[in-house]
């Protein structure tokens, strides 16, 4: 999961950069979609614009293709230590890339900066990356469907600047077929609720430190809850540290979408920390572990 499986959130960005505005009156802001993962390579920023509700999103046709994109590494007290470049990508309207692509360095503060000379506009955003994550130990690589004893891993604790971490947990399956489904994801999938590619990448709602028991030394104990998973066979669970960004973005996110009992007039926008345009820049820290599942009785 390079990219954290947020990819659907854009979707939200576009809505709530169009509002009641009718098409004539829309004012098409730079989008921008990219993160930093701590301890990996610096990966691609994606540059669109926002579009009207009458129309299709469409990146291939939206993506800005003229922008001067850089990502700056500040020093502690400010000023810019290392500015990163990054060029449009032949082929991929919108996308921008750094070569060579530096790591990304885990609590140091980045900030993306994007010109388009065309018209002028500036976008900016910052991020502070969190602590890279490491996992100390799994307690088994093969675990029964919904038994007694699921799969439970401990996680050396991160720090991140300022508050507690907030978590989210991620699982993709490696063998996701049909005759794997999970009794309740084989009744979404039959119903139509669901297609087998949305059930192959679960999501967890956002989890603060708290949730995990603390495991001797410090760490953090996560155990892998059943309603997470979705086939049977070969999956991998993946536990992301968010920074400020993600984090604001997620929870507002989710008021959007129903999460909250405000009536529709009160709901507020999604939180973007972005400068002169819309979108998201953050970054994230994770470690992954692989289990088999095995079908039990009552799956």
Known sequence: MKRIALQVLLAVVLLTGCDTMGTAELRREVVVEAYLVAG??????RLTRTVSLEEAYDPAVLGITDADVR????????????????????DEPGVYRANPAPIVEPLRTYRLAVH?????????????????????????????YRSNDPLVFTV????????????????????????????????????GDASLSSLSRSVSPLLNEENFDVAPGGGRRVQYPWLALNFIGRNRATLQSLDDNLYDFVRSQSVQQGGSTLPPGEI??????????????G???RTSVE???LRGADG
């Open 291 to 293: 289990v088999v599942v």
């Open 156 to 191: 050396a604790a991160p720090d991140y600047p300022g508050r507690q971490n907030v978590f989210i947990l991620t699982t993709v399956a490696l063998e996701p077929l049909v005759d794997n489904l999970t009794p309740f994801a084989r009744n979404s999938f039959e119903d």
């Open 116 to 144: 388009v000379p065309e018209t002028g506009e500036r976008l900016s955003s910052v991020t502070v990356v969190p602590d890279t994550i490491r996992t100390l130990h799994v307690n088994r690589d093969t675990v029964v």
């Open 40 to 45: 990996e390579p610096i990966g691609d920023v």
């Open 283 to 285: 970054s994230y820290a």
């Open 71 to 90: 990502i700056e590494l500040l020093s502690n007290d400010g000023p810019v230590e290392e500015e990163i470049p990054l060029a449009a990508v032949r």
């Open 268 to 281: 507020p926008n999604v939180l973007e920390n972005v400068e002169g345009g819309r979108g998201i820049f």
